[in-house]
């Protein structure tokens, strides 16, 4: 057991853990493409996986990732990543790492830089916070604790569920401005307090 709460193998094969969340990244890469939502590298994924997270690398074409755009985060502490790759992790891995501290029976994130920022069907955030900062991470991650869609103030809209598919289905439905979902199903319209 790790300081963070997390249990870690004393081995794991990366390359396999990698092979095996590629296909799933591929495939849905492919379909954010397909959804018109995927603006040069303008986005990012990631999958929980044992030890730790595999995240799309910083600058990735979520419509055109190689192997070797997916890398393996063993840990983020505030802003410090401990990461295996030979790309740096997206500079969102931490509040994705985050989001999963909140949400621990999440598997995947999915996050684009693009939506309809005149959604009002969305939870959205209330302050524009600069993306890839430890603030941001502490911020969005309040508002997962009522929602699995949120409206990141002027950066895109980000999902979460228990597979990487389902995330990305439900990015992709909470971006179409017509459709009245976004709330994780029982839940209401509230906003988070600031703590």
Same mark, same amino acid.
């Not at 492919?30 to 590298?41: K, T, W, Y």
């Given at each position: 057991?790790?300081?963070?709460?997390?249990?870690?193998?004393?081995? !794991?094969?990366?390359? %396999?853990?990698?092979?095996?969340?590629?296909?799933?990244?591929?495939?849905?890469?492919?379909? !954010?493409?397909?959804?018109?939502?995927?603006?040069?590298?303008?986005?990012?994924?990631? !999958?929980?996986?044992?030890?730790?997270?595999?995240?799309?690398?910083?600058?990735?074409?979520? =419509?055109?990732? %190689?192997?070797?755009?997916? !890398?393996?985060?063993?840990?983020?502490?505030?802003?410090?990543?401990?990461?295996?790759?030979?790309?740096?992790?997206?500079?969102?891995?931490?509040?994705?790492? #985050?989001?999963?501290?909140?949400?621990?029976?999440?598997?995947?994130? =999915?996050?684009?830089?693009?939506?309809?920022?005149d959604n009002l069907n969305i939870l959205t955030s209330?302050?524009?916070?600069?993306?890839? #900062?430890?603030?941001?991470?502490?911020?969005?991650? %309040?508002?997962?604790?009522?929602?699995?869609?949120?409206?990141?103030?002027?950066?895109?809209?980000?999902?979460?569920?228990?597979?990487?598919?389902?995330?990305?289905?439900?990015?992709?439905?909470?971006?179409?401005?017509?459709?009245?979902?976004?709330f994780a199903p029982g839940q209401t319209f509230a906003?988070?307090?600031?703590?």
């Amino acid at each position: 057991m790790c300081d963070d709460g997390y249990k870690r193998p004393e081995m !794991i094969s990366l390359g %396999k853990i990698i092979q095996v969340g590629f296909a799933e990244f591929a495939k849905c890469g492919q379909r !954010i493409e397909e959804s018109g939502l995927a603006v040069g590298s303008g986005g990012n994924m990631s !999958i929980r996986a044992p030890g730790g997270i595999l995240v799309t690398s910083t600058g990735s074409k979520l =419509s055109d990732l %190689k192997i070797e755009d997916i !890398i393996f985060v063993s840990s983020a502490d505030g802003e410090q990543l401990y990461y295996f790759g030979s790309k740096k992790p997206s500079s969102e891995t931490v509040m994705h790492w #985050t989001i999963y501290q909140v949400r621990p029976e999440i598997q995947a994130v =999915s996050h684009v830089n693009v939506g309809p920022k005149d959604n009002l069907n969305i939870l959205t955030s209330t302050k524009e916070i600069a993306y890839g #900062t430890y603030e941001l991470a502490q911020d969005t991650s %309040k508002y997962f604790k009522i929602s699995d869609t949120v409206m990141l103030k002027n950066h895109g809209v980000i999902a979460v569920g228990g597979s990487l598919t389902q995330a990305t289905d439900l990015l992709i439905e909470a971006t179409d401005k017509n459709k009245p979902y976004v709330f994780a199903p029982g839940q209401t319209f509230a906003t988070p307090s600031s703590t």
